[in-house]
């Protein structure tokens, strides 16, 4: 039987984080822009589109991400589409994480004063407008310390495609620990990997917290 | 032709009736206080007039033209209707330059040095041309009412709705605030207001218009209205604030 050095494990647990940060990107990036979509046409007001909305939000919210993951993977085969677990774990971390941001933003844009559509609508702005040059700049610098801290969901959310064969840092270490047989020092690296990534964020998150509470432009 | 006609205006939240048809007919130059209890509609009518609150029934028509409810009916609307709030509801993460440019450059496409000529002008008018460069929060209730009304000013409107714009001041800042709007008179704007300074609507405006539930009860020339008051509703709205 081959030995193991720390750094063996290391090393190759290393190489596996890239993809859960490419992944975690990857999500974040793509859940913002159809979240941020989700909220426009929410704020915007039809009364269909805020229902469908709020259905999207309620689905992803009661239901585990682990169901979420399963439902595209082995669903999407049965439409005819046949997906590989890089495909299944985007486009299922993609909506998980596009219902969730669209719902934090969408209280940040509620907590804008009703006199600001009120006067910008005075002024003769239409949707785009208002949105664009009044009420975005302001839900923004709301939502910036709860969107970041939203981000930490995601990496871990990450370890979640491990189940349907995603090789990333927790699959990774499955994998590993099958060959070592030292769970408790894999799983321990994983588990520090993943803190390495995290802690940066929340500090960041925290950071812009205290920041913008001061502030009010 | 009046410039605003307002007529026959019903207007309900659920099963409160607001405004219980509502004739006002305002002139070129006129300046008219709403005047009346809380509840009863001024502000609900005043918002009427710029498409801020929809009409479940009557007409509004401007220099002539019926207002329809298309966006491009409201806009025209919002061109020519100009409004400053009780809470000034300015931009707050704009300079006060800023706020007064934004809406000429974005509503109505004006080059960036257009837009600040007459914003420079606006705020020139309303006397803080030394607060240009101040955000909203380093402003006193009063310089960012003034603000606001320049903001209001540089989209060149016809009328100006004025909605309770000194009842959110410390007492001693209402004058500067009433001061520019005296000024507007005097030059030949066009204001609608409502108000609770009856001193002032007295000293300034043509026309006063007593709302009481729902309905214009009565209206005419302040002095008149004040003097002699024909109705006992109107009789008792004077008579509580002079006792």
């Not at chain 2, 020339?221 to 024909?230: D, G, I, L, M």
Request: proline share 4%; with cysteine; hydrophobic share 50%.
């Amino acid at each position: 039987m081959p030995e193991f050095t720390l750094w063996d494990i290391v090393h190759n647990l290393l190489l596996a984080a890239r993809w859960t940060v490419l992944l975690s990107i990857l999500a974040f990036v793509l859940g913002s822009i159809v979240g941020l979509a989700l909220l426009l046409v929410r704020t915007a007001g039809n009364r269909w589109a805020v229902r469908f909305v709020r259905g999207y939000v309620e689905l992803f919210q009661g239901t585990p991400l682990l169901m979420q993951l399963f439902i595209v993977f082995f669903g999407l085969p049965l439409l005819g589409l046949d997906v590989s677990p890089w495909i299944a774990a985007t486009f299922g971390l993609t909506l998980f994480t596009s219902a969730f941001l669209t719902e934090i933003w969408r209280g940040c844009v509620e907590s804008v004063a009703k006199g600001q559509w009120e006067a910008s609508t005075a002024l003769g702005m239409n949707f785009t407008q208002q949105m664009l040059y009044v009420i975005l700049p302001q839900a923004l610098r709301i939502a910036v310390p709860p969107t970041v801290g939203f981000s930490v969901q995601v990496v871990k959310g990450t370890a979640v495609t491990s189940i349907i064969g995603f090789v990333e840092l927790t699959k990774a270490g499955t994998m590993i620990t099958n060959a070592t047989y030292a769970p408790f020092t894999v799983y321990g690296c994983v588990a520090v990997l993943y803190f390495l990534i995290c802690y940066p964020l929340s500090l960041y998150a925290r950071h812009l917290e205290g920041k913008f509470r001061h502030v009010t432009r | 032709m009046s410039l605003v006609e307002l007529h026959a205006i019903h207007k309900s939240f659920g099963a409160l009736q607001v405004l219980k048809g509502i004739d006002l007919k305002i002139d070129e130059g006129q300046v008219i206080a709403l005047i009346g209890k809380s509840g009863s509609g001024k502000s609900t009518l005043l918002r009427t007039i710029n498409g801020l609150e929809t009409i479940d029934d009557g007409t509004i028509m401007v220099a002539g033209k019926k207002v329809g409810d298309h966006d491009t009916d409201l806009l025209q609307l919002r061109l020519n209707v100009g409004m400053v709030f009780q809470q000034f509801n300015l931009f707050p993460h704009y300079t006060a330059l800023e706020n007064v440019m934004l809406s000429p450059q974005v509503v109505k496409k004006q080059s960036k040095g257009e837009a600040r000529k007459i914003a420079e002008e606006m705020l020139a008018k309303v006397g803080l041309s030394d607060k240009m460069m101040h955000y909203p929060d380093q402003l006193s209730g009063g310089q960012q009412q003034r603000v606001a009304i320049a903001r209001a000013l540089a989209m060149k409107p016809r009328v100006l709705l004025c909605d309770e714009v000194t009842s959110a001041l410390d007492p001693e800042l209402v004058n500067e605030v009433l001061a520019v709007v005296r000024q507007l008179a005097e030059e030949g704007m066009t204001l609608v207001m409502v108000t609770h300074e009856m001193r002032f609507a007295r000293e300034v405006c043509d026309s006063l218009v007593f709302m009481h539930q729902g309905r214009i009860h009565e209206s005419g020339n302040p002095e008149h209205v004040f003097a002699s008051p024909k109705t006992p509703e109107l009789a008792s709205f004077v008579g509580g604030l002079a006792g």
